[in-house]
């Protein structure tokens, strides 16, 4: 069975400061992993994804995510946050077969000016 | 239009309407979904439709009941709710394929009152 596990259902950064979204996850096999932003009143939209490959993954905006398998873990990080930053992000792991996503609770993330 | 597209953005209905919502995607792809977006819990998955396979949750009430004519377009039709289903309704859309990993792609959603 799948599961995600996103630590902190709200995270309050300075602007300027690293931002530091934590997901772990659960499965017997390794997994696809995705990390999508939502902004206000709007659908979800892909920031990265790790499928193969090189384990640290850059995606849009600046955010990148590394998978560690030991760890169960695919952190999403950005250096310096900025006020645009501010949004409910998802981290989200599928199988290596099939199309179901499963889906973390959403990290709101702050950015204090 | 580019994307997937959902209509009506916004709607209000009582416990004993029928209403339907409609996505459509114009990205080419031969999957789709419905999600339900509550406060405070995961997405949940509602309904699937693919080339290789239809899926159902099963914990989704029957008062729900999804419509894919073609893999352009996905109805999800709505009668005697509850005011608990109350959300934001996504619909995505991806490729598709049996070796997944595909990116979904999400519409903006219908917020849903139910009064």
């Known amino acids: 069975a799948q599961s995600v596990t996103q630590l902190g259902s709200h995270v309050s950064v300075s602007e300027g400061a690293l931002v530091l979204l934590r997901c772990n996850y659960s499965?017997?096999?390794?997994?696809?992993l995705f990390w999508y932003v939502q902004y206000p009143n709007q659908g979800l939209q892909l920031l990265l994804k790790?499928?193969?490959?090189?384990?640290l993954v850059k995606g849009i905006n600046g955010f990148e995510a590394e998978f560690k398998k030991s760890e169960t873990s695919f952190h999403l990080t950005k250096p310096s946050a900025h006020m645009s930053d501010a949004a409910e992000y998802f981290c989200a792991v599928s199988r290596n077969t099939g199309n179901q996503f499963y889906f973390g609770t959403g990290t709101s993330l702050t950015v204090i000016p | 239009e580019t994307g997937v597209t959902q209509t009506p953005r916004h709607l209000v209905m009582g416990m004993t309407n029928k209403k339907s919502l409609k996505c459509e995607q114009h990205?080419?792809?031969?999957?789709m979904y419905w999600y339900k977006q509550s406060a405070k819990k995961p997405l949940e998955l509602m309904f699937v439709y693919s080339l290789e396979e239809r899926v159902e949750n099963n914990s989704v009430p029957s008062r729900f009941s999804p419509e894919c004519p073609n893999s352009s377009h996905l109805f999800l039709h709505l009668h005697t709710l509850q005011p608990e289903d109350s959300a934001l309704y996504l619909c995505?859309?991806?490729?598709?394929?049996?070796?997944?990993?595909?990116?979904?792609?999400f519409g903006p959603g219908t917020r849903l009152l139910v009064l």
């Open positions: 790790y499928t193969t490959g090189a384990t």
């Open positions: 990205l080419g792809h031969n999957a």
């Open positions: 995505a859309s991806s490729q598709g394929g049996r070796g997944g990993g595909e990116t979904q792609y």
């Open positions: 499965s017997s096999v390794p997994p696809y």
